[in-house]
Nanobody, 123 residues
Framework: QVHLRESGGGPVQTGGSLRLSCVAS????????MAWFRQLPGKEREGVAY???????GYASSVQGRFTASRDKAANTLDLQMNSLNVEDTAIYYC?????????????????WGQGTQVTVAS
């Protein structure tokens, strides 16, 4: 059985940092693109960052310069270092993966999803 599992969420103060991790297990091959999405309260899910198999990285403008996504292909993991967090970053964060190289943060392009991890930023 293949699945993605996120960890690292929790409460944090404004200006603080958190590091999320996603482990892909059960796959017999490396997913070419892995990404982070998030769903803010009362809003639709939105893209945060993607990392392709060859290391191409893209970010949403709202997190550019504050968040850093990275992959460990050997371990089949995807991390998201989040700095300078603010209340607008409060959301459920999801890990996603796709078999193809995807350089867009479009939810419909990703086939596999984790259950999500909650990040709550307090003012």
């Amino acid at each position: 059985q293949v699945h993605l599992r996120e960890s690292g969420g929790g409460p944090v103060q404004t200006g603080g940092s958190l590091r999320l991790s996603c482990v892909a297990s059960g796959y017999t091959y490396i997913k070419r693109t892995m990404a982070w999405f998030r769903q803010l309260p009362g809003k639709e899910r939105e893209g945060v960052a993607y990392v392709t198999e060859v290391g191409m990285v893209g970010y949403a403008s709202s997190v550019q310069g504050r968040f850093t996504a990275s992959r460990d292909k050997a371990a089949n993991t995807l991390d998201l270092q989040m700095n300078s967090l603010n209340v607008e970053d409060t959301a459920i964060y999801y890990c996603a993966a796709h078999d193809k190289a995807v350089c867009q943060l479009r939810e419909d392009l990703f086939s596999d999803w984790g259950q999500g991890t909650q990040v709550t930023v307090a003012s």
